[in-house]
T-cell receptor, first 113, second 114 residues
């Protein structure tokens, strides 16, 4: 158990809808990272927050957005969903916002029908 | 453009033998490399890392070797155990100030047969 929690575990929705994925980092960690893992794409970095502020951006679509709240939990919002958005979404955290040793949550499996 | 490449999607090894997982990278600015292990239905778990100032790092049964001139790193698992069966991801990062981020390979699925 990494100490990072993600909810929900599974999400099934329809095209055009909007969903919110939630992540609680390990106790004391200030940085949160979001990743997308599609079937044949490996892990794609989406975005990083550090202590409430956006730190780095990866291949995040404009339809997607994220934020980190004062209690350090983070939410990833996915809107106007398309079939191709079906994937595993992972959240990771670490203390100082450096890329080494990120601790991953169990992921949210999103299925868009 | 895949900056971190794991060219073998899968690898099968007999229990007790050595497993060698390979990773190639194209960006010469990468200065930190990590290996993560992932079991089905779980998030990746950090395994071992190496800085570009070293060419080897060892932790128990796991050793990572870095060849900077070849832009190649490898993970050796000796001896391999059935519990090592998982997907192994190689990741790399470059020092770009606050914009440092990990670039991941596509993973190699290791099967260790009893």
């Amino acid at each position: 158990d990494s100490g990072v929690t993600q909810t929900p575990k599974h999400l099934i929705t329809a095209t055009g809808q909007r969903v919110t994925l939630r992540c609680s980092p390990r106790s004391g960690d200030l940085s949160v990272y979001w990743y997308q893992q599609s079937l044949d794409q490996g892990l794609q970095f989406l975005i990083q927050y550090y202590n409430g502020e956006e730190r780095a951006k990866g291949n995040i679509l404009e339809r997607f957005s994220a934020q980190q709240f004062p209690d350090l939990h983070s939410e990833l919002n996915l809107s106007s969903l398309e079939l191709g958005d079906s994937a595993l979404y992972f959240c990771a955290s670490n203390l100082r916002g450096r890329t080494d040793t990120q601790y991953f949550g169990p992921g949210t499996r999103l299925t868009v029908l | 453009d895949q900056q971190v490449k794991q060219n073998s999607p899968s690898l099968s090894v007999q229990e007790g033998r050595i497993s060698i997982l390979n990773c190639d990278y194209t960006n010469s600015m990468f200065d930190y490399f990590l290996w993560y292990k992932k079991y089905p239905a779980e998030g990746p778990t950090f395994l071992i890392s190496i800085s570009s100032i070293k060419d080897k790092n060892e932790d128990g049964r796991f050793t990572v070797f870095l060849n900077k001139s070849a832009k190649h790193l490898s993970l050796h698992i000796v001896p391999s155990q059935p519990g090592d069966s998982a997907v192994y991801f190689c990741a790399a990062s470059a020092n770009a100030g606050n914009n440092r981020k990990l670039i991941w390979g596509l993973g190699t699925s290791l099967a260790v047969n009893p």
